[in-house]
């Protein structure tokens, strides 16, 4: 495997990498990695699957913002329809 050497990296970038890597439980290097895999990622046509912090805050700005092209009881009985029974339990 290829390594490489970071030169010129502020004091506060490299102190958000290590609480970046403390808080997802990796090593610098692994935290590095990482980011970089991430980044390129994103550049491509793959679609990045979002960790569940970035989901929600995603998801909050999207809130009250969705208007449906029908009223609230018919869009109500659309998702109703739509959903399955669900598993049979003995209460």
């Known amino acids: 495997m290829a390594s490489i050497t970071l030169k010129n990296l502020s004091d506060d970038l490299v102190q958000a990498l290590r609480d970046a890597a403390e ?8 935290q590095i990695i990482h ?3 991430t ?3 994103g550049r491509s046509k793959d679609v990045e699957r979002l960790d569940v912090e970035t989901q929600v805050a995603e998801w909050r700005k999207l809130a009250g913002k ?3 092209d ?3 009881a018919t ?3 659309r ?3 739509t959903r399955t029974p ?3 339990v003995d209460l």
């Not at 808080?23 to 692994?30: A, G, M, Y």
């Open 86 to 88: 669900g598993r049979k």
């Open 23 to 30: 808080h997802d439980r990796r090593s610098l290097t692994q």
């Open 75 to 77: 869009e109500a009985e």
């Open 66 to 68: 969705w208007e449906s």
């Open 70 to 72: 029908v009223d609230r």
């Open 79 to 81: 998702i109703l329809e």
């Open 35 to 37: 980011l970089l895999e």
């Open 39 to 41: 980044a390129l990622r």
